[in-house]
């Protein structure tokens, strides 16, 4: 390891440290350690969301996706953004007017149960769990090509810096490292762009030409089919990733930073045009690792093609671009599983203790412990989670933490906000129905089950051929929603309209009564 990448490194961790420390001295309160006290302007928290949503799944994970399988890897830049839309049209504005610091705020302003709260905050914690896993082994693939290290060791150094960032800083600090990881990271991908299409004498389409010859998939490298040979299953994936966003939990609690609605939609659109420049920006990191590091190397450093962006930074700029992005990723994979830990401690510690177990009856000082205790429960949990997933990649374990969110969340928010009929009953059907499928599917799927050894998890037939099960699980966890509306005769038209009101304005009808 040389001396730059080492100064980089610690330099990385210094500024983050400081801002933690900076953090704790403004967060003494729940609504600051979860929300950073809703102070947020719209640009910095669109920086805060680009920088949520810009994972080790987006720059380790797509890169080495496109590098390895052309087209194919480009799908889940496709989904990824595109999924925006439905955040910034749907979701947005009635969750901000609705909640407070979970998505189970939002659905209890209608429904005030305690299943439904229940049901709301155990789907968020298994969202979490899998999406946590994915930025913990890039993390874990990314130290131990830096270092040396074993990756064991490598997840434990990531899983202690992440949980000091959240005890301390909670949200304020998590924002603050997102919107400094997202400028460092775009900055790197512009840098890393550039030199690529320099190498292809900044002609695009000679570009394009010259990929359908160095790699040994010849043409077969642009066109779809690939990886993903059916169709089925290609429109499986993209459905997860279209919908799921407007269903993940640190996504969503992102909405809880700002001051009002008209904030949220800005944010929205701050985060579209980062991350949609960053996608555009993926075909050249993996384009260019495939010619400039190629696929032998790649998946010599890792199986999964995890370090293709990396590897590409260091064919092209030496050393010295080669430890600042390394330095910007492990930025990256921080922030992430920080903004993971908080929104995971607040379904376990806000929803679950606060809420369910306490009843609400719970001062400000416990509620902050709770939080703390709550996020270090998760971090533990993802560390261990995280040491049995070392083959697996990460952009493959985001889409199914999209699944999850898709099939179980985004049901409930949907009929909330917009179906007069439904009731607690459906919510709970519909986030267990959309949760269960999923998960199933996922287990009998050829992800976990293939008849050569060390391609999945466990050796054998898989029984489900789908190796994401949106198609499937999606539309159980709508149909969840209405079967268990329909059976129970419980409805609340007045509560209907009055959330109604809500979550198009943000104005109480009692407020106006009174």
Same mark, same amino acid.
């Given at each position: 390891?040389?001396?730059?990448?080492?100064?980089?490194?610690?330099?990385?961790?210094? +500024?983050?440290?400081?801002?933690?420390?900076? $953090?704790?001295?403004?967060?003494?309160?729940?609504t600051?350690?979860?929300?950073?006290?809703?102070?947020?302007?719209?640009?910095?928290? %669109?920086?805060?969301?680009?920088?949520?949503?810009?994972?080790?799944?987006?720059?380790l994970?797509?890169?080495?996706?496109? #590098?390895?399988?052309?087209?194919?890897?480009? !799908?889940?830049?496709?989904?990824?953004?595109?999924? !925006?839309?439905?955040?910034? !049209?749907?979701?947005?504005?009635?969750?901000?007017?609705?909640?407070?610091?979970?998505?189970?705020?939002?659905?209890?302003?209608? @429904?005030?149960?305690?299943?439904?709260?229940?049901?709301?905050?155990l &789907?968020?914690?298994? /969202?979490v769990?899998?999406?946590? +896993?994915?930025?913990?082994?890039?993390?874990?693939?990314?130290?131990q090509?830096?270092?040396?290290?074993?990756?064991?060791?490598?997840?434990?150094?990531?899983?202690?810096?992440?949980?000091?960032?959240v005890?301390?800083?909670?949200?304020?600090?998590?924002?603050?490292?997102?919107?400094?990881?997202?400028?460092?990271?775009?900055?790197?991908?512009?840098?890393?762009?550039i030199?690529?299409?320099a190498?292809?004498?900044?002609?695009?389409?000679?570009? @394009?030409?010259?990929?359908?010859?160095?790699?040994?998939?010849?043409?077969?490298?642009?066109?779809?089919?690939?990886?993903?040979?059916?169709?089925?299953?290609?429109? &499986?994936?993209?459905? $997860?990733?279209?919908?799921?966003?407007?269903?993940?939990?640190?996504?969503?609690?992102?909405?809880?930073?700002?001051?009002?609605?008209?904030t949220?939609?800005s944010?929205?659109?701050?985060?579209?045009?980062?991350?949609?420049?960053?996608?555009?920006?993926?075909?050249?990191?993996?384009?260019?690792?495939?010619? @400039?590091? %190629?696929?032998?190397?790649?998946?010599?450093?890792?199986?999964?093609?995890?370090?293709?962006?990396?590897?590409?930074?260091? $064919?092209? %700029?030496?050393?010295?671009?080669?430890?600042?992005?390394?330095?910007?990723?492990f #930025?990256? /994979?921080?922030?992430?599983?920080?903004?993971?830990?908080?929104?995971?401690?607040?379904?376990?510690?806000h929803?679950? !203790?606060?809420?369910?177990?306490k009843? %609400?009856?719970?001062?400000?000082?416990?509620?902050?412990?709770?939080?703390?205790? =709550?996020?270090?429960?998760? &971090?533990?949990? &993802? +560390?261990?989670l995280a040491? =049995?997933?070392?083959?697996?990649?990460?952009?493959?374990?985001?889409?199914?933490?999209?699944?999850?969110?898709?099939?179980?969340?985004?049901?409930?928010?949907?009929?909330?906000?917009?179906?007069?009929?439904?009731?607690?009953?459906?919510?709970?059907?519909?986030?267990?129905?959309?949760?269960?499928?999923?998960?199933v599917l996922?287990?009998?799927?050829?992800?976990?089950?293939?008849?050569?050894? =060390?391609?999945?998890?466990f050796?054998?037939?898989?029984?489900?051929?789908?190796?994401?099960?949106?198609?499937?699980?999606?539309p159980?966890?709508?149909?969840?929603?209405?079967?268990?509306?329909?059976?129970?005769?419980?409805?609340?038209?007045?509560?209907y309209?009055?959330?109604?009101v809500?979550?198009?304005?943000?104005?109480?009808?009692?407020?106006?009564?009174?």
């Amino acid at each position: 390891m040389s001396p730059i990448a080492i100064t980089m490194f610690l330099g990385i961790v210094g +500024i983050t440290l400081y801002i933690t420390w900076w $953090a704790s001295k403004r967060t003494s309160t729940a609504t600051d350690f979860y929300t950073a006290g809703g102070g947020l302007k719209g640009w910095q928290n %669109g920086l805060a969301i680009g920088g949520d949503y810009l994972s080790a799944a987006s720059f380790l994970g797509i890169a080495g996706a496109v #590098a390895l399988t052309g087209f194919d890897g480009f !799908y889940f830049s496709l989904g990824y953004l595109t999924a !925006y839309l439905v955040v910034l !049209y749907i979701v947005a504005e009635p969750l901000r007017n609705l909640g407070k610091f979970t998505l189970a705020d939002m659905i209890t302003a209608r @429904f005030n149960v305690s299943k439904v709260r229940g049901a709301a905050a155990l &789907s968020s914690i298994v /969202i979490v769990l899998f999406y946590m +896993i994915a930025q913990l082994v890039g993390a874990g693939a990314l130290i131990q090509l830096l270092f040396g290290l074993e990756y064991w060791v490598s997840v434990l150094i990531v899983g202690v810096m992440m949980t000091i960032y959240v005890l301390f800083g909670g949200m304020t600090a998590t924002s603050w490292v997102q919107i400094i990881k997202a400028v460092l990271l775009m900055f790197g991908t512009i840098i890393i762009s550039i030199l690529v299409l320099a190498k292809f004498n900044f002609n695009i389409l000679f570009m @394009f030409e010259t990929m359908t010859t160095v790699t040994e998939h010849g043409q077969a490298y642009l066109n779809p089919g690939l990886k993903y040979s059916n169709g089925i299953d290609t429109i &499986s994936m993209l459905l $997860a990733l279209v919908l799921g966003t407007a269903g993940l939990p640190h996504i969503l609690m992102r909405f809880f930073t700002v001051k009002d609605a008209k904030t949220a939609r800005s944010s929205v659109i701050w985060a579209t045009w980062i991350v949609g420049l960053f996608y555009v920006l993926t075909i050249f990191l993996g384009f260019g690792a495939a010619a @400039f590091v %190629g696929s032998a190397e790649i998946v010599a450093a890792n199986p999964a093609g995890n370090m293709a962006a990396p590897l590409l930074a260091e $064919a092209l %700029g030496g050393d010295l671009l080669f430890s600042f992005v390394s330095a910007v990723a492990f #930025a990256t /994979i921080l922030a992430v599983v920080a903004g993971l830990v908080l929104s995971g401690a607040s379904a376990l510690s806000h929803d679950i !203790y606060g809420q369910i177990i306490k009843k %609400g009856k719970i001062s400000e000082k416990e509620q902050v412990v709770a939080a703390r205790v =709550g996020s270090l429960i998760i &971090s533990v949990v &993802s +560390i261990l989670l995280a040491l =049995g997933a070392q083959t697996l990649n990460v952009a493959f374990l985001v889409s199914l933490a999209f699944c999850i969110a898709a099939s179980a969340n985004l049901p409930v928010i949907i009929y909330t906000i917009y179906w007069k009929r439904f009731n607690a009953n459906g919510a709970v059907t519909a986030t267990l129905t959309g949760l269960i499928s999923a998960l199933v599917l996922v287990a009998l799927s050829p992800n976990v089950w293939n008849p050569v050894a =060390g391609k999945a998890i466990f050796v054998g037939d898989p029984l489900v051929f789908l190796t994401n099960p949106a198609i499937i699980s999606v539309p159980l966890g709508f149909l969840g929603g209405v079967i268990g509306t329909l059976l129970s005769k419980e409805v609340d038209e007045a509560k209907y309209r009055e959330v109604e009101v809500k979550a198009q304005t943000g104005i109480s009808v009692q407020d106006v009564s009174h």
